[in-house]
């Protein structure tokens, strides 16, 4: 199973935008990356997955470099509402594991 | 609606008293897992299942038993509770799709046991 590592917590501001970067050194060949966001007493939500290069849609996107040893979850623009647990996955479905996330708080 | 629904979504409970949490999915999905949630720890795995009658464990499957006898039920039995397992539990499913790779989690069940 690839492990990820993930920044613990970030801080931001309204209207930036949010770089949250993964590390997956392990990673295998067919794995997948994916992220899930998470409020306070909810289940996570997906939000993108990809393989390799570039995967946007209309809430994020991802940048995945040739050797997929990291991936980056950009987030345009924060608002408060964006404050959560951003988690960083690979695998399949099968193998999904969730670490502890990255802590991020949008401040006003 | 498309929902992954949990049931009961609190319960407080007494040490050794059996306890099962359901979870029904209306998607026709093929996987499905439980995980908990505790402060710190992010969501371990306990349980999945990758079809019906095709159960696995997961990292933390000790206390915790499962079936899976319809594709679209889940459940989560604890045979004898203990307050170790007093933590917020999710029931999560997705289609065995590579390609799309998505879990759909359920609104959570919080057990605390006595």
């Known amino acids: 199973l690839a492990k990820t590592t993930q920044p613990i917590s970030m801080d931001s501001y309204e209207g930036q935008e949010v770089n949250i970067t993964c590390s997956h050194n392990?990673?295998?060949?067919?794995?997948?990356i994916t992220w899930y966001q998470q409020f306070p007493s909810q289940g996570p939500r997906f939000i993108i997955q990809?393989?390799?290069t570039k995967v946007t849609n209309e809430v994020a996107s991802l940048f995945i470099p040739a050797d997929r040893k990291s991936s980056t979850l950009s987030l345009p623009r924060v608002s408060l509402s964006d404050t959560a647990v951003y988690y960083c996955?690979?695998?399949?479905?099968?193998?999904?594991?969730f670490g502890a996330g990255t802590r991020l708080t949008v401040k006003p | 609606e498309a929902q992954v629904t949990q049931n009961p979504r609190y319960l407080i409970t007494v040490t050794g008293k059996k306890l099962t949490v359901t979870c029904s999915q209306n998607?026709?999905?093929?996987?499905m897992s439980w995980y908990r949630q505790d402060p710190g720890l992010g969501l371990r795995q306990i349980y999945y299942s990758m079809n019906v009658e095709v159960t696995d464990k997961g990292d933390v499957p000790e206390g915790y038993k499962v079936s899976r006898k319809e594709k679209r039920n889940f459940p989560l039995i604890l045979e004898s509770p203990s307050p170790n397992q007093t933590s917020l539990y999710f029931c999560?499913?997705?289609?065995?799709?590579?390609?799309?790779?998505?879990?759909?989690f359920g609104e959570g069940s919080r057990l605390t046991v006595l």
């Open positions: 999560a499913s997705s289609f065995w799709d590579r390609d799309t790779g998505e879990l759909f």
């Open positions: 392990n990673i295998a060949t067919n794995d997948y």
């Open positions: 990809g393989y390799k």
């Open positions: 996955l690979v695998g399949d479905i099968g193998d999904m594991r």
């Open positions: 998607m026709n999905h093929e996987y």
